[in-house]
C-alpha cells in the first residue's frame, strides 16, 4: 500500500485482500441458458483466506481464454437482458468483480465497486459485477442500479472463468487480455490501470483515495 493513503482508506483496502470460498447453489439451473456443472471448490465453506496470492497483475496474459469468454458468456441483468460480457466492455477496457452477497469480504467489494467505477468510467474502463450462484430472487433484492449487474444462478459462470473464491477481480484491456486478476485490492487495479493506460504511476491512485474518502 502507499503510505500516503489514510488510515481509514488503507483499512477499507486492506478489508479487500480477504476472500471467501465460493459457494454457490448447487441446485439451481444456471442463468442464460448455461447449464449447471459441479465445480470442486478448493475452501471449505465459510473459510476465508488472504488474497495476496492471487493479487498479482499478470499483464499481457489472456487466460483462461479471456478474449473468447467475454463472448461466449452470457448473462441476465437485473432487467432481464442477457448479453455477452464483451457488450458491457468500455472502449479502454473492463473491471469484472465475481462476487456474491454471502461472503462478507464479497459484500464489502459490492459497496465500494460504485467508487472505483466513477474514476474507471471516464478513462473508457466499464465495470460490472458478476454475481455467481445465488437464485435470482436474491440477486434482485439485493442490488442497486448504481454499477451494472449480471448473474448466474448456477456454476458454469464460475467453471470457465476458474472462480475459486469471492470476490474475484479481473481486469482486461480493449482486446480482452488479462492485465490484473487476483483479489479486489484497488491498489493492484489502479497500478494495473495505469500501466494498461499509459498514466502517470500513482495517478488512478489518488483519484481513488479521493473517491472513496467522499
Not at 8 to 37: E, I, K, Q
Not at 99 to 104: F, R
Amino acid at each position: 500500500m502507499r503510505k500516503f493513503l489514510p488510515a481509514a482508506v488503507l483499512t477499507t483496502l486492506l478489508l479487500f485482500l480477504a476472500a471467501c470460498g465460493s459457494r454457490p447453489s448447487s441446485t439451481a439451473p444456471a442463468s442464460g441458458g448455461s447449464t449447471a456443472s459441479s465445480v470442486k471448490d478448493t475452501e471449505q465453506s465459510g473459510q476465508t483466506t488472504t488474497g495476496l496470492s492471487r493479487a498479482v497483475p499478470v499483464s499481457g496474459a489472456s487466460g483462461p481464454d479471456s478474449g473468447a469468454l467475454l463472448t461466449t458468456t452470457r448473462l441476465p441483468d437485473l432487467f432481464g437482458a442477457v448479453k455477452p460480457l464483451a457488450a458491457h466492455r468500455g472502449t479502454a477496457g473492463m473491471l469484472l468483480a465475481f462476487v456474491d452477497t454471502k461472503c462478507p469480504f464479497s459484500n464489502v467489494a459490492i459497496r465500494e465497486l460504485p467508487k472505483v467505477a466513477l474514476v474507471l468510467q471516464p478513462k473508457g474502463i466499464s465495470s460490472l459485477l458478476v454475481n455467481i450462484g445465488e437464485p435470482e430472487a436474491t440477486v434482485k433484492s439485493a442490488y442497486a442500479s448504481d454499477v451494472p449487474v449480471v448473474y448466474d444462478t448456477g456454476k458454469m459462470t464460475q467453471k470457465r472463468w476458474n472462480i475459486q473464491s469471492v470476490p474475484t477481480v479481473v481486469l482486461l484491456d480493449s482486446l480482452g487480455a488479462v492485465t490484473f486478476r487476483g483479489g479486489a485490492e484497488w491498489a493492484g487495479v489502479a497500478a494495473a490501470a495505469e500501466k494498461e493506460l499509459n498514466l502517470t504511476a500513482g495517478s488512478v491512485m489518488l483519484e481513488a483515495q479521493s473517491t472513496t474518502q467522499g
